[in-house]
T-cell receptor, first 112, second 111 residues
Framework: KAGVTQTPRYLIKTRGQQVTLSCSPI?????VSWYQQTPGQGLQFLFE???????NKGNFPGRFSGRQFSNSRSEMNVSTLELGDSALYLCASSLVGAPEQYFGPGTRLTVT | GQQLNQSPQSMFIQEGEDVSMNCTSS?????WLWYKQDPGEGPVLLIA?????ELTSNGRLTAQFGITRKDSFLNISASIPSDVGIYFC???????????FGPGTRLSVLP
């Protein structure tokens, strides 16, 4: 069974731009969560989607948003990029009702 | 908010040695997950724990759900070079819908 895939793997943007990251969950997994990982803050929860609805949200500004499609694929968007948004963005999928989350390889975003 | 502490922050061991690391919380958790992350990759799930006192193994790895429900432990026996990486714990309580992650333990294995 294929794992979680994320595209692109690497991205360089400039301040003020916006970016969209994509995540395809493991087949059959309908819950998708997004995390931001930085050396200083570690892994921080952004949001979780299930059945195209945001089910849970972390403590991030409104510039961070996401959505989920009917095939469970998810995208997250960051608008008006700031230097501090440089991070590894990780997507994790899970079966409904199961706590185990399986991560993708991440998208490394660099904001210059 | 909830916070997890992991110790040690980093460790250097000789190949073949056993390793122990732990994760502590200020809150009671009902689920613990342990992950390993290699550079440039996403975390890989190693072990999941669901009840206090539970002891679960995955090959050379053994993890335990502390009886206080505020801690968890991971042991690696007979370490090998590919054990190098960062080990994260993640916990979730009865009320939270998302997992909280610890800062990680960086393991280096010397040949």
């Amino acid at each position: 069974k294929a794992g979680v895939t994320q595209t692109p793997r690497y991205l360089i943007k400039t301040r003020g731009q916006q970016v969209t990251l994509s995540c395809s969950p493991i087949s059959g997994h309908r819950s998708v969560s997004w995390y931001q990982q930085t050396p200083g803050q570690g892994l921080q929860f952004l949001f979780e989607y299930f059945s195209e609805t945001q089910r849970n949200k972390g403590n991030f500004p409104g510039r961070f948003s996401g959505r989920q499609f009917s095939n469970s694929r998810s995208e997250m968007n960051v608008s008006t990029l700031e230097l501090g948004d440089s991070a590894l963005y990780l997507c994790a999928s899970s079966l409904v009702g199961a706590p185990e989350q399986y991560f993708g390889p991440g998208t490394r975003l660099t904001v210059t | 908010g909830q916070q997890l502490n992991q110790s040690p922050q980093s460790m250097f061991i000789q190949e073949g040695e056993d390793v122990s690391m732990n994760c502590t919380s200020s809150s009671i958790f009902n689920t613990w997950l342990w992950y390993k992350q290699d550079p440039g990759e996403g975390p890989v799930l190693l072990i999941a724990l669901y009840k206090a006192g539970e002891l679960t193994s995955n090959g050379r790895l053994t993890a335990q759900f502390g009886i206080t429900r505020k801690d968890s432990f991971l042991n690696i026996s007979a370490s090998i070079p590919s054990d190098v990486g960062i080990y994260f714990c993640a916990g979730r309580d009865n009320y939270g819908q998302n997992f909280v992650f610890g800062p990680g333990t960086r393991l280096s294995v010397l040949p």
